[in-house]
């Protein structure tokens, strides 16, 4: 009957807005940081349940593998 927010950064300090339109391309939507004044930070709730829930995760956790993959890619 209820959720959660979070607030995280990228330690990188970038701008966040590209990292939710990355991972908007996976299904799951997130508010960037900048629309709240902290352009590093991206907004993130978990008031999915059930199936959702795990769903939402499941394209989270798809979407940094492939970051990872490609930032290793590239070192």
């Known amino acids: 009957m209820g959720g959660m927010t979070a607030f ?3 330690t990188t300090g970038t701008n966040g807005r590209e990292f939710c339109r990355n ?3 996976y299904g799951v939507l997130m508010a960037p940081g900048d ?3 902290m352009a590093s ?3 993130i709730g ?3 349940s059930g199936e959702d829930f795990a ?3 499941d394209r ?3 979407f940094l593998d ?3 993959l490609r930032s290793a890619q590239q070192t």
Do not use: I
Request: hydrophobic share 55%; charged share 10%; proline share 4%.
């Open 60 to 62: 989270f956790a798809k």
């Open 8 to 10: 995280p950064w990228l």
């Open 66 to 68: 492939h970051t990872a």
């Open 35 to 37: 629309c709240f004044g």
């Open 41 to 43: 930070h991206f907004r």
């Open 23 to 25: 991972v908007a391309q």
């Open 46 to 48: 978990f008031a999915a």
């Open 55 to 57: 769903q939402g995760l």
